[in-house]
């Protein structure tokens, strides 16, 4: 009866519960997995069991949503008693190479950096929408847009985007950044939470690598400037990069400006 089993939706009260039935499900062929547990604080160690658990018994050919979340809370004492969640507690799950769609919602945060999202861009081709969500406000992210231009070269199905990464640093010389291979999706960029300084710079950066994109979001901590955040004021840059209707006197300035 199992076998035709195709999607698994389970609420617990501890993760230790959903690895345990998961050991009833080799025999299957899921396409859709959403596990939600609340009754315990998701450790780096606890993330890491359910991840091998997974993969262990989940076949890796057929997943194609994958949904994982700890719906407890935590507060700043937490944090720094228990850290950030590491890319390697996750790393069982880059078995699944046919992911569409992964959304991981971590109260701890997920430690990511550059060479992190690069891996996991060459690890999910086919992704359509990558949603690492609930970053805590008190983790300061590691990734740069430098490592959303490999979400931009290896997602070429990406429509969504939603995660938290530092654009404060922006290079601004042809000589200090790589070739960017723009992806011509329409997609929708959410970075949540993530600080940001010159939102003209950010945007003519995310411009090269999502030219489509439909909007670009964030939380910005900082105080609002102007009306907008800073984060709507680079996808307004986005659009008028787009549209072509920058001033005479902006485009004067050359790529270096914004």
């Known amino acids: 009866m ?21 050991t009833y499900v080799s025999a299957c062929q899921l396409r859709h997995i959403a596990i939600e547990f609340s009754g315990e604080l998701g450790t780096p160690e606890l993330w ?5 658990a997974l993969a262990a018994h989940v076949s890796h050919s057929s997943l194609r949503r994958l949904q994982l979340a700890n719906d407890f809370p935590v507060d700043e004492d937490g944090l720094e008693e228990v850290g950030a969640v590491k890319f390697d507690a996750i790393r069982p799950l880059l078995a699944f190479h046919g992911i569409t769609s992964l959304n991981l919602n971590i109260p701890l945060g997920l430690d990511l950096d550059d060479p992190c999202l690069g891996e996991l861009a060459r690890a999910f081709p086919a992704v359509e929408n990558l949603d690492l969500y609930k970053a805590s406000v008190q983790h300061s992210p590691q990734a740069t847009l430098a490592g959303i231009a490999a979400c931009a070269e290896h997602y070429l199905r990406i429509s969504e985007i939603s995660l938290q990464v530092d654009a404060m640093k922006i290079k601004t010389t042809p000589s200090e950044s ?5 992806s011509d999706r329409r997609v929708r960029l959410d970075f949540y939470n993530s600080p940001i300084n010159g939102p003209r710079a950010v945007a003519s950066k995310l411009y090269k690598m999502f ?10 901590k900082s105080e609002e400037r102007s009306e907008m955040g800073l984060w709507d004021e680079v996808y307004d840059f986005v659009l008028r990069l787009g549209s072509g209707k920058l001033s005479a006197d902006e485009e004067s300035r050359g790529p270096n400006y914004f």
């Open 2 to 22: 199992l076998e035709a089993l195709t999607s698994l939706a389970l609420v617990c009260g501890e993760a230790e519960e959903a690895v345990e039935l998961l």
């Open 211 to 220: 030219p489509k994109a439909v909007s670009a979001s964030g939380c910005d």
């Open 48 to 52: 890491n069991h359910l991840c091998r």
């Open 178 to 182: 790589p070739r960017v291979r723009p």
